[in-house]
């Protein structure tokens, strides 16, 4: 059974940080892309940042510089380290990962930045 649970969520002031973290079951991340996704209110779900198989990493332009997506294959577990927080990066995050073609989510996870 597969299963994503994400953590680390809350309410920072601008300029603060979070640790969003991902525990998995059920995917194997070391052979399979994970990535973190955001959505804000009335916009649409966006990719944030990926990790593949190889370790490549990929951002959207807008977190660059600021946050790290990360792995920890012993505990199967995904990080996304944001740092400099802005009031716009404030969304519910959300894990995903997959099993070929099969799209599986986290519940997700608020991330709210005051300014």
């Known amino acids: 059974q597969v299963q994503l649970v994400e953590s680390g969520g809350g309410l920072v002031q601008a300029g603060g940080s979070l640790r969003l973290s991902c525990i998995v079951s059920?995917?194997?991340?070391?052979?399979?892309?994970m990535g973190w996704y955001r959505q804000a209110p009335g916009k649409q779900r966006e990719l944030v940042a990926d990790?593949?198989?190889?370790?490549?990493?990929n951002y959207v332009d807008s977190v660059k510089g600021r946050f790290t997506i990360s792995r920890d294959s012993t505990k199967n577990t995904v990080y996304l380290q944001m740092n400099s927080l802005k009031p716009e990066d404030t969304a519910v995050y959300y894990c995903?990962?997959?099993?070929?073609?099969?799209?599986?989510w986290g519940q997700g996870t608020q991330v709210t930045v005051s300014s």
């Open positions: 995903n990962g997959a099993i070929g073609p099969l799209p599986y």
């Open positions: 059920g995917i194997n991340i070391r052979i399979n892309t």
């Open positions: 990790i593949s198989r190889y370790g490549i990493t």
